[in-house]
T-cell receptor, first 116, second 114 residues
Framework: DAGVIQSPRHEVTEMGQEVTLRCKPI?????LFWYRQTMMRGLELLIY????????DSGMPEDRFSAKMPNASFSTLKIQPSEPRDSAVYFC??????????????FGPGTRLTVL | AQTVTQSQPEMSVQEAETVTLSCTYD???????LFWYKQPPSRQMILVIR??????QNATENRFSVNFQKAAKSFSLKISDSQLGDTAMYFC???????????FGKGTKLTVNP
């Protein structure tokens, strides 16, 4: 059974450019989460979706960040324009809210973003 | 707001020995879940073990076990027979029942020495 898939694994871009990170959740999971990990702030929840609907985006740092989930098998996190302080590892996680142990989130391998 | 504290930024242990990682949390809730995640150098976040607060029995998964002290709000992870592959960052996390949000501690970097 495939886990959460994220692409790209590494992204290097220049300040001002648009960056799009992609996530495919585990099949059958109905919640999806985007996290950011930095040395200074640790792991932070940016936004999450239930049944493709954004529920809480209070962790999104500013309007330059946006996330979409057009269907149950795909989500994107976009940064436009990117800034050096956006450099971090971005994780996607998913879970099945209705299953036993539905509290457990399963993480993807992350995307390491570097903004020069 | 809930907080999770891991007081040991770094620890080391010899291969085959036992090590315990500490985690405390602060909450007024009675229904919640606790987790330990492992993040090896590959960066992948891997679930190690989970505990439901309403269960008094400590969770175990092979060489990994927890000491859950609900009154003390403590949730430590014991790794027995440490292996080189256990070298990783370990994160303790809390989730309130009915919530979707995981709150993570800052992590403990564990090194297993040969």
């Amino acid at each position: 059974d495939a886990g959460v898939i994220q692409s790209p694994r590494h992204e290097v871009t220049e300040m001002g450019q648009e960056v799009t990170l992609r996530c495919k959740p585990i099949s059958g999971h109905n919640s999806l989460f985007w996290y950011r990990q930095t040395m200074m702030r640790g792991l932070e929840l940016l936004i999450y979706f239930n049944n493709n609907v954004p529920i809480d985006d209070s962790g999104m740092p500013e309007d330059r960040f946006s996330a979409k989930m057009p269907n149950a098998s795909f989500s994107t996190l976009k940064i436009q324009p990117s800034e050096p302080r956006d450099s971090a590892v971005y994780f996607c996680a998913s879970r099945n809210r209705l299953a036993g142990g539905g509290d457990t989130q399963y993480f993807g391998p992350g995307t390491r973003l570097t903004v020069l | 707001a809930q907080t999770v504290t891991q007081s040991q930024p770094e620890m080391s242990v010899q291969e085959a020995e036992t090590v315990t990682l500490s985690c405390t949390y602060d909450t007024s809730e009675s229904n919640y879940y606790l987790f330990w995640y492992k993040q090896p150098p590959s960066r992948q976040m891997i679930l190690v073990i989970r505990q439901e607060a309403y269960k008094q029995q400590n969770a175990t998964e092979n060489r990994f076990s927890v000491n859950f002290q609900k009154a003390a709000k403590s949730f430590s992870l014991k790794i027995s027979d440490s292996q080189l592959g256990d070298t990783a960052m370990y994160f303790c996390a809390f989730m309130r029942g009915g919530s979707e949000k995981l709150v993570f501690g800052k992590g403990t970097k564990l090194t297993v020495n040969p």
